[in-house]
Nanobody, 118 residues
């Protein structure tokens, strides 16, 4: 059974930093594209960042570009999201996701809350 477990969320002041982690029990982790998404209250879930397998090519939403960094450690089956210069509008539940054999994100974590106070 595939499990993705996020951690590292919390309450931080605007301008602060947090590092999210996502530990995956996924046999194909090293060959899976991993992504981070977020959902704020009353809003739809939105893409934040992704990192490909192999070369580790990254892609970011415009709203976080230059502030967030996604990385992965295949030996630990873990993907990270370093979030700097946080803004109140970054407040959301952050989800880790993994692509499966299709091009879709098939596996999702339970989410971790990030709250940025002004």
């Amino acid at each position: 059974q595939v499990q993705l477990v996020e951690s590292g969320g919390g309450l931080v002041q605007a301008g602060g930093s947090l590092r999210l982690s996502c530990a995956a029990s996924l046999r194909t982790f090293s060959s899976s594209t991993m992504g981070w998404f977020r959902q704020a209250p009353g809003k739809e879930r939105e893409f934040v960042a992704r990192i490909s397998w192999g070369a580790g090519i990254t892609h970011y939403a415009d709203s976080v570009k230059g502030r967030f960094t996604i990385s992965r450690d295949n030996a630990k089956s873990t993907v990270y999201l370093q979030m700097n210069s946080l803004k109140p509008e970054d407040t959301a539940v952050y989800y880790c996701a993994a692509k499966g054999t299709t091009s879709n994100y098939e596996y999702w974590g339970q989410g971790t809350q990030v709250t940025v106070s002004s």
